[in-house]
T-cell receptor
Framework: GQQLNQSPQSMFIQEGEDVSMNCTSSSIFNTWLWYKQDPGEGPVLLIALYKAGELTSNGRLTAQFGITRKDSFLNISASIPSDVGIYFCAGQNPTDNDMRFGAGTRLTVKP | DAMVIQNPRYQVTQFGKPVTLSCSQTLNHNVMYWYQQKSSQAPKLLFHYYDKDFNNEADTPDNFQSRRPNTSFCFLDIRSPGLGDAAMYLC?????????????FGDGTRLSIL
């Protein structure tokens, strides 16, 4: 199946630092999505991207849909303790409309 | 608020004893999904309903079945749970009308097998 590589696998940062994580694919997607999952809860949609090159912000979060349609990144600025959680990228395949998830980035923020 | 609601949040069953997990939505979305998520892994799609059309993933075991009696409700039936079926089960919905909208998830049901 289509490979979706998310990195880094985990990050340990100090409160106030900026964070960047990314996803790459072996083939194109027509939609990129970023979710955050807190322990014991379902993933919550953070940002949805629909166009190659699109740059979208949601508060301290910024995500971009790569020009090649094979990658996306998520940046978090000025991290705070409640940013802790697992961040998943997800891509939607134009040929079957199913979503593919990355393996997740586990973020730890030290106060 | 419109949402995806899963019941129960925690379910304990015995090895081999059938169990049903439920999902309801107030988003009026025409697509409903069931995922299995094991610790620290990404959600794995089991199947989805596009309106009344059932779409099974090729590697979903026969032990897992689903029912969607109406737009708002979808059930996951595990006929004979094994120890390997202990996991978080997530329901999600999306709107698909030519264009595929993003998926919205419930808070999941954590299933334990004794």
């Amino acid at each position: 199946g289509q490979q979706l590589n998310q990195s880094p696998q985990s990050m340990f940062i100090q409160e106030g630092e900026d964070v960047s994580m990314n996803c790459t694919s072996s083939s194109i997607f027509n939609t990129w999505l970023w979710y955050k999952q807190d322990p014991g809860e379902g993933p919550v949609l953070l940002i949805a991207l629909y166009k190659a090159g699109e740059l979208t912000s949601n508060g301290r979060l910024t995500a971009q849909f790569g020009i090649t349609r094979k990658d996306s990144f998520l940046n978090i600025s000025a991290s705070i303790p409640s940013d802790v959680g697992i961040y998943f990228c997800a891509g939607q395949n134009p040929t079957d409309n199913d979503m593919r998830f990355g393996a997740g980035t586990r973020l730890t923020v030290k106060p | 608020d419109a949402m995806v609601i899963q019941n129960p949040r925690y379910q304990v069953t015995q090895f081999g004893k059938p169990v049903t997990l439920s999902c309801s939505q107030t988003l009026n979305h025409n697509v409903m999904y069931w995922y299995q998520q094991k610790s620290s892994q990404a959600p794995k799609l089991l199947f989805h309903y596009y309106d009344k059309d059932f779409n099974n993933e090729a590697d979903t075991p026969d032990n897992f079945q689903s029912r969607r009696p109406n737009t708002s409700f979808c059930f996951l039936d595990i006929r004979s749970p094994g120890l390997g079926d202990a996991a978080m089960y997530l329901c999600a919905t999306s709107s698909r009308d030519g264009y595929q909208g993003p998926q919205h998830f419930g808070d999941g049901t954590r299933l334990s097998i004794l």
